[in-house]
């Protein structure tokens, strides 16, 4: 055993060793794990609800239509589309919330899906590059994207689409720096900024002379 071993095991002047104080505090935090039962923990004297470890069947509205799918709660936003559901238009790249080609829009909100728990997605409205087509016709931003070469690899256009139709919605005539703000969550190795920066300008005056189109089920527009 070395010196510090030794000093570890020694109580300080309140009586209480280190080592000892480590020991009861791990007991102490796994003891309301195994009070509550299998299915619920004691929190602040409270009995809470757990989900897991195994899969657990959870219901998400993409792009206006409910979806059924069973996944482990650690699952991912992401991991469940992709991989359960089919639904492949975000991208897998960083997976640490830092390229954005995994972006979806969240209760009108861009998110990072690989950073997002599919359990927590659940009574939220998640839209998908998948359901901005309407009628068989582009968005204005993915038209946008394609008039203006926005895209070279392709890895960063779903997430960079969706960055950009969350932030025409929110400022339809948005300022440089709203833009900054906007889609600076996303990273393009292609370095085609100055074709999206000309996607967005076109898209912006389209959306605006179209004017709100409202989601239905399915994802179509009625608008």
Not at 185 to 201: D, E, F, H
């Amino acid at each position: 055993m070395s010196s510090s071993d030794e000093r570890s095991d020694k109580p300080d002047q309140g009586g209480v060793s280190r080592r000892n104080f480590l020991k009861g505090t791990s007991l102490a935090l796994t003891i309301p794990l195994v009070a509550g039962g299998e299915n619920e923990v004691k929190a602040a004297g409270a009995e809470v609800p757990i989900l897991g470890p195994g899969n657990v069947n959870i219901t998400l509205n993409i792009n206006g239509a409910p979806k059924q799918v069973s996944v482990e709660p650690r699952v991912t936003l992401l991991d469940a589309l992709r991989n359960d559901l089919d639904i492949t238009g975000a991208k897998r790249v960083c997976d640490r919330a830092t390229c954005g080609a995994c972006t979806m829009i969240v209760d009108g909100k861009p998110v990072y899906s690989c950073t997002t728990l599919a359990i927590e997605a659940q009574g939220k409205k998640i839209r998908t590059v998948e359901g901005l087509e309407q009628n068989g016709k582009l968005h204005p931003v993915q038209q946008a994207f394609w008039d203006n070469d926005a895209q070279q690899c392709g890895f960063c256009t779903p997430g960079f689409v969706m960055a950009c139709t969350a932030l025409l919605e929110k400022h339809p005539a948005p300022t440089p720096e709203q833009i900054e703000m906007g889609v600076g969550g996303n990273l393009c190795r292609c370095g085609t900024y100055v074709g999206i920066k000309a996607a967005i300008a076109q898209a912006s005056e389209q959306m605006r002379k179209r004017g709100p189109a409202k989601l239905t089920r399915g994802g179509k527009s009625n608008g």
